[in-house]
């Protein structure tokens, strides 16, 4: 095998195969830890979900913003992404962020998948450098915005953050919001993002063909006014300050990831309300 034909590896991080019987699913875990010294507390620490498309990504931008805290107000963190081994990711992941819908097959892992995460994962990390358990964030892009939301109605002590990158609320809007309802008031943060092309059209695909067909789809789900919808109960709920959405400008669904990380990074930096 040439050089140039050699497998991309990140230096630094670490790849560890778990299987999870609640889930019936196998994955990996990505654990990338910096290479400063903890802070007393210990690291703050993200957690990934659909690590196949932002770790590598998320651990860049920490390395690069955390070498100056004061400029950029991201500090140190551990990274961990989870990743569905095999070829079944797309079945997969659809199990494992959604609760059940009727006419909906191969969904309502989602009690299944945070067991997984609360039994394997995070103690796989904590097994590898010192982790504050007050600064965890979860970080999840569409139906793993969905969990990121739904994870915050139901296990909300396990993490003190949430980003939810345009959240796909429209899978059960009026479960979740009514599990929003209830939650009380707490010390958490909370990040929602959409795109503005997400329910527009950018420019180079306003002539293509089937143009009009995509337009109606995505503006039939209501993406924006579900997402406004959830930031203003969680406002109500946390208290404003601790919610904010942010509608990205020349972002679709695909390019917000990227986008998002940095925003997500300076929350999980924080120290304080």
């Given at each position: 095998m040439t050089?140039?034909s050699?497998?991309?590896?990140?230096a630094?991080a670490?790849?560890?195969?778990?299987?999870?019987a609640?889930t019936?699913?196998?994955y990996l875990v990505?654990?990338a830890?910096?290479?400063?010294?903890?802070?007393?507390g210990?690291y703050?620490?993200v957690l990934?979900?659909?690590?196949?498309?932002?770790f590598?990504?998320?651990?860049?931008?920490v390395r690069r913003?955390g070498?100056r805290?004061?400029?950029?107000?991201?500090t140190?963190?551990?990274v961990v992404?989870v990743?569905?081994?095999?070829s079944?990711?797309?079945v997969?992941?659809?199990?494992d962020?959604?609760t059940?819908?009727?006419?909906?097959?191969?969904?309502g892992?989602?009690?299944?998948?945070?067991?997984?995460l609360q039994?394997?994962?995070?103690?796989?990390?904590?097994g590898l450098?010192?982790i504050d358990?007050?600064r965890?964030?979860?970080?999840?892009?569409s139906?793993?915005?969905?969990?990121?939301?739904?994870v915050?109605?139901h296990?909300?002590?396990?993490f003190?953050?949430?980003?939810?990158?345009?959240p796909?609320?429209?899978?059960d809007?009026?479960g979740?919001?009514?599990a929003?309802?209830?939650l009380?008031?707490?010390?958490h943060r909370?990040l929602l993002?959409?795109?503005?092309?997400?329910?527009?059209?950018?420019?180079?695909q306003?002539?293509?063909a089937?143009?009009?067909?995509?337009?109606?789809r995505?503006q039939?789900?209501q993406v924006?006014?579900?997402?406004?919808?959830v930031a203003?109960?969680?406002?109500e709920r946390?208290?404003?300050?601790?919610?904010?959405?942010e509608?990205l400008?020349?972002?679709?669904?695909?390019?917000?990831v990227?986008a998002?990380?940095p925003r997500m990074?300076r929350?999980?930096?924080?120290?304080?309300?």
């Amino acid at each position: 095998m040439t050089s140039g034909s050699a497998p991309f590896t990140l230096a630094g991080a670490t790849s560890h195969p778990l299987h999870a019987a609640e889930t019936g699913g196998a994955y990996l875990v990505d654990i990338a830890v910096p290479d400063t010294p903890p802070p007393p507390g210990g690291y703050p620490l993200v957690l990934l979900l659909d690590g196949a498309g932002c770790f590598g990504t998320a651990v860049e931008a920490v390395r690069r913003m955390g070498r100056r805290p004061d400029a950029t107000a991201v500090t140190p963190l551990v990274v961990v992404a989870v990743r569905t081994a095999g070829s079944h990711g797309l079945v997969q992941r659809q199990h494992d962020f959604t609760t059940p819908v009727a006419n909906r097959p191969g969904s309502g892992g989602a009690a299944a998948f945070m067991a997984f995460l609360q039994g394997q994962v995070l103690p796989l990390a904590n097994g590898l450098a010192p982790i504050d358990p007050e600064r965890r964030t979860l970080f999840g892009h569409s139906l793993a915005g969905y969990f990121t939301l739904w994870v915050l109605a139901h296990h909300r002590q396990t993490f003190r953050n949430y980003t939810a990158v345009s959240p796909s609320v429209w899978w059960d809007r009026d479960g979740l919001l009514a599990a929003l309802t209830a939650l009380p008031a707490a010390d958490h943060r909370v990040l929602l993002t959409l795109g503005a092309f997400e329910e527009a059209l950018p420019p180079w695909q306003q002539h293509s063909a089937g143009a009009d067909q995509a337009l109606a789809r995505r503006q039939s789900r209501q993406v924006r006014a579900g997402i406004e919808q959830v930031a203003a109960l969680l406002s109500e709920r946390l208290g404003p300050q601790r919610v904010r959405f942010e509608l990205l400008a020349d972002e679709d669904h695909a390019s917000i990831v990227s986008a998002a990380i940095p925003r997500m990074l300076r929350l999980a930096s924080r120290i304080g309300p």
